[in-house]
């Protein structure tokens, strides 16, 4: 069974950073772009980062683009997304997910394979 695992979330005051993480198991993680989306209270789903499955390609929102970055390790099967200079409009619950290809177009659909459930973040002013 697939399965994504975020973790790393926590309350952190504006201009701080936080790590979050991706673990995967149950599918041939190698074969697969991981891409990171959130969603703030009332509102819809927004997709914020993405990596390819090998060459590393990487794809990022205007809204934390120079702030975030994303990286992953295949012996790890782990994708993690750095956050760096946060702000209280990053408040969100953070999900992590699989797809076949890291485009901004596929971060916008955000029709991924599998997901995870979810990590919360909280920026305070």
């Known amino acids: 069974e697939a399965q994504l695992v975020e973790s790393g979330g926590g309350l952190v005051q504006a201009g701080g950073s936080l790590r979050l993480s991706c673990a995967a198991s149950?599918?041939?993680?190698?074969?697969?772009?991981i891409g990171w989306f959130r969603q703030a209270p009332g509102k819809g789903r927004e997709g914020i980062s993405c990596?390819?499955?090998?060459?590393?390609?990487?794809s990022f929102t205007d809204s934390v683009k120079g702030r975030f970055t994303i990286s992953r390790d295949n012996a790890k099967n782990t994708v993690y997304l750095e956050m760096n200079s946060l702000k209280p409009e990053d408040t969100a619950v953070y999900y992590c997910?699989?797809?076949?290809?890291?485009?901004?177009?596929?971060?916008?659909?955000?029709?991924?394979?599998?997901w995870g459930q979810g990590t919360q973040v909280t920026v305070s002013s």
């Open positions: 997910a699989a797809d076949d290809f890291c485009t901004i177009a596929t971060l916008t659909q955000g029709d991924y394979d599998y």
């Open positions: 149950g599918f041939n993680f190698d074969d697969y772009a």
């Open positions: 990596i390819s499955s090998r060459n590393g390609r990487t």
